[in-house]
Nanobody, 123 residues
Framework: VQLQASGGGLVQAGDSLRLSCAAS????????VAWFRQAPGKEREFVSA????????HYADSLKGRFTISRDNARDTVYLQMNSVKPEDTAVYYC?????????????????WGQGTQVTVSS
C-alpha cells in the first residue's frame, strides 16, 4: 500500500488543522494506520492510531482531547484533526500503516510510510 499524507501548513497557535492520509495501491482493510511526528532534533514520536477493521483508536497521552483520528471507508483515507494547536506541535507528521488490525505505538511496528507533511505553528 502507498500512503500520501497532506494537509500540513503554517498556522497560528489556537488554530485547527486537518491532516489526511490517503491509501493507494490497496485499500486499508485489515490494516491499522497511525500518525507519528518528528520535530527538529527530536526522535519520531507516536501521535495516534486507528484500527481500520475495528475502529479502535489510541492517542498519545499528551494529545488526548486536542487531536482526533478518524477514517473514511469510502475514500480510503485516515484523518487527523488537530485542534487548539500549540507551537510545540510543530513537526513533520507522517502516516504509517501495518497489515495488522491491532494498533501499535512504535514506529518499527509499521511497514509502510507516507512522505510526511510539515506542520508549523507560530506563537
Amino acid at each position: 500500500v502507498q500512503l500520501q499524507a497532506s494537509g500540513g501548513g503554517l498556522v497560528q497557535a489556537g488554530d485547527s488543522l486537518r491532516l489526511s492520509c490517503a491509501a493507494s495501491g490497496r485499500t486499508f482493510g485489515s490494516y491499522s494506520v497511525a500518525w507519528f511526528r518528528q520535530a527538529p532534533g527530536k526522535e519520531r514520536e507516536f501521535v495516534s492510531a486507528i484500527s481500520w477493521t475495528t475502529g479502535i483508536t489510541h492517542y498519545a497521552d499528551s494529545l488526548k482531547g486536542r487531536f482526533t483520528i478518524s477514517r473514511d471507508n469510502a475514500r480510503d483515507t485516515v484523518y487527523l484533526q488537530m485542534n487548539s494547536v500549540k507551537p510545540e506541535d510543530t513537526a513533520v507528521y507522517y502516516c504509517a500503516a501495518r497489515y495488522y488490525s491491532r494498533i501499535g505505538q512504535k514506529a518499527d511496528e509499521y511497514d509502510y510510510w507516507g512522505q510526511g507533511t510539515q506542520v508549523t505553528v507560530s506563537s
